[in-house]
Antibody, heavy 121, light 110 residues
Framework: QVQLVESGGGVVQPGRSLRLSCAAF????????INWVRQAPGKGLEWVAL????????YYADSVKGRFTISRDNSKNTVDLQMNGLRGDDTAMYFC??????????????WGQGTTVTVSS | QSVVTQPPSASGPPGHRLTISCSGA????????VHWYQQLPGTAPKLLIS???QRPSGVPDRFSASKSGTSASLAISGLRSEDEADYYC???????????FGGGTQLTVL
């Protein structure tokens, strides 16, 4: 069964860091790009970042560029999102989501259940 | 303000046919595939339509989609109460080098 499981969310103070992790199951992990998408409370979906199937290409939304870093370990079937310099507007549910292809230009076909990040003093 | 625009809400009675629009630009909808997602209250989004008009296995054929130029639309026929959800379009944007989501359309079945 194809599945993505996020972990690492929590409450963090402004300016601090947090690292989210996504574990993948049930498919050939190194064939697919992986995205992070977030959703602030009561708001719509916002794409955050994408990493290509082999980790060589990363793409970021302007709102997180320079603060967030996406990485993957194909030997462990995991993708991480390192979030630095967190701000209040980073508060959201963060979804790990599989691209329906190897890199950029593809949609998303599988979503995790999400992990909640709250940035508050 | 999203790069890709959807109406914030839509509604119709049971059995009705309804369409939701998604309007963009040459750098996104005009060049790349559009995808549609359904998000039921309190749950993760689910892929409804991929690559402009492809329905994944398990999605009822009441759901269909099309694209023309820089606009796309999702059609839902035979509206049911369980269709009440938020619907999002998404597309890769070549200028932004990232995926953009529409602002979402909240569907109410009257």
């Amino acid at each position: 069964q194809v599945q993505l499981v996020e972990s690492g969310g929590g409450v963090v103070q402004p300016g601090r860091s947090l690292r989210l992790s996504c574990a993948a199951f049930g498919f050939t992990f190194n064939d697919f790009g992986i995205n992070w998408v977030r959703q602030a409370p009561g708001k719509g979906l916002e794409w955050v970042a994408l990493i290509s199937y082999d980790g060589t290409d990363q793409y970021y939304a302007d709102s997180v560029k320079g603060r967030f870093t996406i990485s993957r370990d194909n030997s462990k079937n995991t993708v991480d999102l390192q979030m630095n310099g967190l701000r209040g507007d980073d508060t959201a549910m963060y979804f790990c989501a599989r691209g329906d292809g190897s890199g950029s230009g593809y949609g998303i076909d599988v979503w995790g259940q999400g992990t909640t990040v709250t940035v508050s003093s | 303000q999203s790069v890709v625009t959807q109406p914030p809400s839509a509604s119709g009675p049971p059995g009705h046919r309804l369409t939701i629009s998604c309007s963009g630009a040459n750098s996104n909808i005009g060049t790349n595939y559009v995808h549609w997602y359904q998000q039921l209250p309190g749950t993760a989004p689910k892929l409804l339509i991929s690559r402009d008009n492809q329905r994944p296995s398990g999605v009822p054929d009441r759901f269909s989609a099309s694209k023309s130029g820089t606009s796309a639309s999702l059609a839902i026929s035979g509206l049911r109460s369980e269709d009440e959800a938020d619907y999002y379009c998404s597309v890769w944007d070549d200028s932004l080098r990232g995926t953009v989501f529409g602002g979402g359309t909240q569907l109410t079945v009257l």
